[in-house]
């Protein structure tokens, strides 16, 4: 990837949301706590201890940790456009400008248009996002459209389009 970037945005979970996580784990953790190392199970048919340190695991440390550290990370350079999802996908995917035959910015309803928040794939080809309800989709010769999320979806358009336009009249 060419250093000379001259878009570059990095997207966290929001804040709010990382709390929410912490405390539900925070939670899970007492329940578990309660149970496999004090004796006390909650409810009449309670999870086995085995099974509760899993979720535990799972639900109270991984998922936390998932989403203090996942970004989404765009970058536009002269020769095309380069974005991941860290950390499902460490390597950044590149689309290259001779690749793309159209882009638009978008305004949308996320819960609604695609599904939520992350990783989603659907009719409207995939869609990245972490935040917001703005992006910039990339329909590529092929027919497949990538949605990325942006809070600098006009900026991020106006470059792509730029660039793209003079990568095609060169």
């Given at each position: 990837m060419n250093n000379k970037a001259v878009f570059h945005e990095?997207?966290?979970?929001p804040?709010?949301?990382?709390?929410?996580?912490?405390?539900?784990?925070?939670?899970i953790f007492i329940i578990m706590y309660q149970q496999v190392m004090l004796g006390y199970s909650i409810g009449t048919h309670p999870a086995p201890d085995w099974l509760m340190i899993v979720i535990w695991a799972?639900?109270?440390?991984l998922l936390p940790l998932f989403a203090s550290f996942s970004r989404l990370e765009?970058?536009?350079?002269?020769?095309?456009?380069?974005?991941?999802?860290?950390?499902?996908?460490p390597r950044?995917?590149?689309?290259?400008?001779?690749?793309?035959?159209?882009?638009?910015?978008?305004t949308f309803n996320p819960?609604?248009?695609?599904g939520g928040w992350g990783i989603r794939w659907g009719l409207g080809g995939i869609c990245y996002l972490v935040r917001g309800n703005q992006g910039v989709r990339f329909t590529l010769d092929s027919g497949k459209r990538i949605l990325?999320?942006?809070?600098?979806?006009?900026?991020l358009f106006e470059i792509t389009e730029e660039?793209?336009?003079r990568h095609l009249s060169s």
């Open positions: 990095v997207q966290y979970q804040m709010w949301l990382r709390i929410i996580m912490l405390g539900v784990g925070a939670i799972f639900v109270g440390v765009i970058q536009v350079n002269d020769k095309g456009v380069y974005y991941r999802f860290f950390p499902l996908q950044f995917i590149f689309i290259p400008f001779s690749g793309i035959s159209s882009i638009e910015a978008l819960l609604w248009n695609t990325l999320g942006s809070q600098r979806s006009n900026e660039k793209r336009k």
